[in-house]
């Protein structure tokens, strides 16, 4: 077995963030060091703990993940932030990578697509739901028959120089 991936769990509902550490305690390879309720509290973790990954839902108060996405992006550019949400609206996937974000989940994933995710987040791929990808590919584009806003966000991301 590898090193133990790190992970700071970001979810403002207690009950998630519990269940998550306890399914990742089921998969070898991976310890959820910490916890947080919101972005702004995350932030405060990461000034005092060393985290391989960040999985983090999109919509919390306080910070929001998209926020918190890039502002790891500033100021901790190796890190990674897997967002994990129920949403699956254009404009949070849209905001999501457009910030940075090393990939994009919705909730119902399996615990093995989940760490299957992280570990590829951490070695610097991007992952993207298939369920996400098709919504960027069906959104309507312009007038004009350019691609949607979220498709050239997406497909800037995946040939983007930074992610192999």
């Known amino acids: 077995m590898g090193a133990v991936i790190r992970v700071l769990v970001v979810d403002d509902q207690q009950l998630l963030r ?3 550490v306890m399914l990742f305690g089921t998969v070898d390879g991976f310890d959820v060091v910490a916890q947080a309720a919101h972005g702004a509290e995350a932030l405060a973790v ?3 703990r060393e985290v391989d990954v960040v999985l983090a839902d999109a919509k919390m108060p306080i ?30 996937v849209q905001g999501a990578v457009a910030a940075g974000a090393a990939g994009f989940l919705l909730k119902d994933t399996s ?20 369920r996400v990808a098709r919504l960027a590919l069906a959104a309507p584009g312009d007038e004009d ?6 498709a050239l966000t997406l497909y800037k991301a995946l040939h983007s120089e930074s992610r192999p």
């Open 145 to 150: 028959g350019e691609p949607s806003v979220l």
């Open 63 to 92: 910070m929001d993940g998209i926020e918190l996405v890039r502002r790891c992006a500033q100021a901790h550019p190796d890190l990674p932030v897997l967002v994990l949400t129920t949403f699956d609206e254009p404009d949070v």
């Open 18 to 20: 519990r269940g998550l």
């Open 111 to 130: 615990i093995e697509s989940l760490a299957e995710a992280v570990r590829a987040v951490v070695a610097g791929g991007l992952v993207i739901d298939p």
């Open 46 to 48: 990461l000034r005092s």
